[in-house]
């Protein structure tokens, strides 16, 4: 970068630059959500047959395809605002170098020197003669002092001077040069391939891509003011709101992990962030599957010639213990992952809404983190947070797609058509909330309360985050009810006595199914008040897991919701066992849907 070049160059072009990509990636998402949110949408609520199918595969490719246009576009205009906004550093500190070099007499020349007039210091009798300098980049300790040594002793004034501007001359284009080293292999990085389908490896890239770009436009990002450190959900809310739409676009680009998982933003900024993770993660995780050799053959003839005739190879077993743990781990994770696509892929289908992805992470908490909302609970009249219990984790959380159950997400859709069936002209969402290390065995981990104590405060800040997301849209704040079943309901119960519940308006019903305790003794312990906090029970199967927790102290002095001592409401069920609460047409669902749509007198109690 020479002296002519950067007295020439305009950032402002390249911040219009980033401006375009911006607005394209705008567009690429607006035309995303038009294909999934209402195209689609509209085909799976009205058309079915071979036509439908094919119509819906075509726009699904359509789909991912402005998906990733918007995510390499959302990394081009970041790219391109870090990069002049380190020119602009650079070429402020030339123009300040010029302006003090003319202001005191001197001259910049072309090749970045300086020539200075003739002068005499105070008392010497003869001028000094005129003279020419170049400058070197600060940053030797022994260099600068030489140099401030030499200014010193030079009998001409004006050297100092101009031996001055010379060096931040240099170190400005020194800077410059930097910085266009620095981000012309960046920039070129983004372009992407010349077909039409958007593969796996497409995205890998595009992570890869982020991660340069995030690293590279450090010096740009850190003049966008940072959430809040362990902020509340008010206060990130707040920093949010105080952003430019520029600053959002640009944070968005290279930080989608930490804003998909900030309390107190909007549905639609975490679930966008969420959904770039997801398309990035779930691609690496496929790349890493398909890396693993294929499975040799496991049975061979017994080289000793004895019983058995057929034994284990050498082969199998060496794969084995290298790669079918980490296998069966990548397989769950991507089965996860895919229900949660599964479910993106279902609206409109039975008059779903659109799902929102408020959090994911696939192996956050040692279970992986997936937040899941049918419709946005930002807008809604009446929210239902659903928390699973024990087994519960990302590889389980879609169920059994060949048997029709949908899982923890399924428990989540019913919910929602129950409650909407009650509440014609309102909006409902419900949220399937699995942010904590679940228990993976009745023994010892379910009849140990530290996974509760570890999920409780997080269920709290969540809760917080979405009070928070509603006040900021419109100032109102919807019907929230909480539902937890099984040890869930032991989080939830933990979560109803962190913070501060002196303003209960996080919550407005707690909802007990099957629960082994939740910590408390009363239920006015928990900050709704009692008429707000409801519990059901089944017959022997949850019975065991009820009576369990009591015998465990999952309830405080062996007290559960169920009890009447409790002092909370118990609704019927007709659940068959521990885990009937959520069937679809059953008694169990009617009752709650009807405490989340706030039609308590609709309630049948026990």
């Known amino acids: 970068m020479d002296l ?32 999934d949110h209402r195209i689609t949408a509209g085909i799976r609520r009205r058309l079915d047959g071979a036509a439908a199918d094919a119509a819906l595969r075509e726009l699904g490719q359509l789909s991912k395809n402005f998906h990733y246009t918007q995510t390499e576009c959302g990394l081009a205009s970041t790219a391109l605002n870090g990069f002049a906004f380190e020119m602009a550093v650079a070429k402020r500190k030339l123009n300040a170098a010029l302006e003090d070099a003319r202001a005191s007499g001197c001259t910049v020349n072309a090749d970045g020197s300086v020539s200075f007039p003739p002068g005499r210091r105070p008392g010497d009798e003869k001028e000094a003669a005129a003279g020419t300098v170049s400058g070197s980049a600060g940053g030797n300790p022994t260099s600068d002092a030489l140099e401030r040594q030499a200014m010193n002793l030079h009998p001409n004034p004006h050297y100092a001077t101009a031996l001055g501007c010379a060096n931040r001359v240099a170190d400005a284009l020194r800077e410059a040069t930097e910085a266009d080293t620095k981000w012309a292999p960046k920039l070129r990085a983004l372009k992407a391939d010349d077909d039409l389908v958007v593969s796996d490896r ?33 206060q990130n809310a707040a920093w949010w709101t105080g952003l430019t739409e520029e600053q959002r676009s640009d944070y968005l680009a290279v930080h989608p992990a930490a804003l998909g998982s900030l309390n107190g933003l909007p549905s ?78 279902r609206t409109g289908q039975g008059g779903l809404p659109e799902a929102y992805l408020l959090g994911f992470d696939p192996v956050g908490l040692g279970d992986g983190k997936v937040i899941l909302a049918t419709g946005n609970p930002d807008t809604a ?12 984790g990302i590889e389980s959380i879609g169920g059994d797609e060949d048997q029709g159950d949908h899982g923890d997400l399924g428990r989540n859709e019913r919910l929602w058509a129950e409650t909407t069936r009650l509440t014609p002209g309102q909006s409902v969402s419900t949220i399937t909330w699995l942010d904590y290390n679940a228990p993976d065995n009745i023994a010892p981990q379910a009849t140990n309360g530290k996974y509760a104590d570890e999920g409780g405060p997080r269920l709290y800040d969540f809760l917080q985050g979405n009070r928070a997301a509603q006040e900021t849209l419109d100032g109102s704040r919807a019907h929230t009810t909480v539902i937890g079943h099984s040890y869930g309901s032991t989080v939830v119960g933990v979560s109803a006595q962190s913070g501060s519940w002196k303003d209960p308006s996080a919550a407005n019903d707690f909802i007990f199914a099957g629960s082994p305790g939740v910590q408390a003794d009363h239920a006015a312990d928990l900050g709704v008040g009692a008429q707000h906090v409801w519990a059901m029970g089944g017959p022997w199967d949850d019975q065991v897991v009820r009576q369990g927790g009591r015998l465990v102290g999952l309830g405080d002095n062996l007290t559960i919701p169920t009890d009447s001592s409790f002092g909370g409401k118990v609704m019927k069920s007709d659940s068959g066992g521990h885990t009937g609460f959520f069937d679809d047409g059953s008694l169990s669902i009617r009752n709650q849907a009807a405490v989340l749509a706030g039609q308590y007198d609709k309630v049948e109690l026990d």
Do not use: C
Request: charged share 30%.
């Open 268 to 345: 639609e900024v975490r679930d966008e962030a969420n959904r770039m993770v997801l398309a990035e993660t779930k691609a690496t995780y496929q790349l890493e599957l398909n890396a693993i050799p294929k499975e040799p053959v496991k049975y061979g003839p017994n080289p000793n010639g004895s019983y058995p005739a057929v034994v284990a190879t050498a082969e199998w077993q060496a794969w084995r213990d290298k790669y079918a743990g980490e296998k069966e781990r990548l397989k769950g994770v991507i089965k996860g992952m895919n229900a949660i696509q599964d479910r993106f892929d």
């Open 4 to 35: 002519v070049t950067l007295k020439a160059f305009k950032p402002a072009e390249f911040e219009d630059a980033a401006d375009g990509y911006r607005a394209a990636s705008e567009m690429a998402r607006e035309a995303k959500d038009t294909i």
């Open 202 to 234: 497409d995205w890998v890239d595009a992570k890869s891509d982020k991660e340069g770009v995030l690293q590279a436009a450090h010096p740009y990002l850190r003049s966008i003011e940072a959430p809040p450190k362990d902020g509340t959900s008010d």
């Open 381 to 392: 009249d009446h929210v239902g947070i659903y928390v699973p219990g024990t087994f519960s």
